[in-house]
Structure formats: C-alpha cells, structure tokens
C-alpha cells in the first residue's frame, strides 16, 4: 500500500501507529529502558527453553479449545499442534528507506485483484469487533511494476490491518508472493523454537508476556507476518485457521 497516506491516514484520523503496536508488545524489561534505546532496532528472539519455560499448547478445532497437555493425539482427530513460544520482543517491520519505490510504479488493487495475483485468500476472518482499515479511500493494495506499472514487479509486500474502535485490539498483517514479507531481524532462529502445525501447514508462533503474539509462515506461494494485540490465543488460532481453510 502507499505508505505515506497511511502516515498521513494515521496523523489525520487519530489510526494507531503499528510500531506504537509492536513497541506496546515489548516485555516489560524492554519497556524498562530509555526512550532512545527504544528507538533501537530491537532484536526479537526466542529464549532459550532452558532459561524461559514453553508455553505448549495442543488445540482441538472441532470444538474451540486449548490444552496444556501435550501427548500425542490421533492426527485424524486433532490435525493441528499448536506451540507459542515465549518471545522477548515483538518484530520490527520493513524499513522502507531501503527500497526505491517510485509512485508511478505503484498499481493499486482491490482485495479481490490483490488475492488473484497472490494466488490465495490473504483476507482472514477476524473477531466481529474488528473493522478492516481499507474502508477509508486513503487506504490502498498494490504492487510496484517497474517501467511507470508496465514491467516487472519489483515489490508486492502489502499490509493488512484491522482494529476496534478504540484500537485496543489490533491485527498486522505483511504478505509478500514467493518469500516471506522482509523484517529487520529474522523471528525464530536456529531450534530454539517448536514449530506448529495448522492443517498440515508448518508455522511459527510466539508471544509475549504481554499477550502480544506473532506468527509467521507460507502458505499457497505467500509469505504471511501477523502481529495481533489484545487477541486472546483463541483469537488467533482462528485468524490463522481461517487463512488456510
């Protein structure tokens, strides 16, 4: 999307800045430091099981519900093995001063060309209190084509947001075709995470003390970053499941 109007989208209808978002997910350590250290690109792992316990989780869809129990169950009764691993931080997002994106590159899209060119429904379901920020005409989907739009895509990382009246509850969404949507720092490194699995579909989950949650995974071809705030863990095992129904 054009992300000055969503600054100015931001500015001009008090909308929530999504790094206020991410910063309001930092454990409170985090939290702790400096208002210039905060300011830094801060670098989200996940510790250690030894020094930070695992929070694992097996769900049940045929009737909402999580269990702590983690044996094995009958994959035909219970396809899905949900695991949050305990973060330190939530990402930080692209920065955008590293790409030149021309305006008169910029094709705008609605929902319906934006998930035919991805090749997927990148539209989940979310919690009924929750509004899609596209409904304002500031709001735009698009790719860049190099060649004033008529060559060769160069960048298709999109953003999706949705949030309630008061933006206490909020929903981030980054999609990229064919790779996962670029972060400052790569979320789950090396094996110090337990992957999940949503309808056969590997996937990488992590929260913060402060109920903040993110995961990250492909799916049909499209890399998915989603960031949620103020969704409980239901919440978000629904939004997943919904994208890969």
């Known amino acids: 999307m054009n992300e000055k109007k969503l600054f100015q989208l931001a500015a001009n209808e008090k909308m929530p800045d999504i790094e206020d978002v991410r910063q309001r997910c930092l454990n409170q350590e985090v939290r702790a430091h400096s208002a210039k250290e905060q300011r830094l690109p801060w670098m989200k792992r996940v510790m250690p099981v030894a020094a930070c316990a695992l929070v694992v989780l097996v769900a049940v869809f045929a009737v909402p519900h999580l269990s702590n129990n983690n044996a094995v169950i ?64 500031e709001y735009e989907y698009g790719i860049y084509r190099r060649n004033n739009g008529s060559g060769e895509v160069y960048f298709d990382q999109n953003v999706i947001n949705y949030s309630n009246d008061n933006f206490s509850r909020n929903i981030n969404i980054e999609t990229a075709k064919g790779t996962m949507p670029l972060y400052d720092v790569a979320a789950f490194n090396g094996d110090d995470f337990i992957k999940s699995s949503i309808g056969g579909i590997e996937i990488g989950i992590g929260g913060t003390e ?36």
């Open 74 to 137: 009958d994959p035909s009764v219970t396809p899905n093995s949900i695991y949050i691993n305990r973060l330190d931080a939530i990402p930080l997002g692209r920065n955008l001063m590293h790409f030149a994106l021309l305006q008169n590159d910029f094709i705008k899209m609605s929902r319906e060309e934006l998930c035919e060119y991805y090749g997927a429904n990148i539209f989940p379901q979310v919690p009924e209190d929750l509004k899609n920020w596209d409904s304002s005409p």
């Open 210 to 245: 402060d109920g903040c949650y993110y995961a990250e995974f492909m799916y049909k071809g499209v890399g998915f970053c989603i960031i949620t705030d103020g969704l409980s863990q239901v919440e978000l095992i629904s939004v997943l499941e919904s994208i890969m129904k």
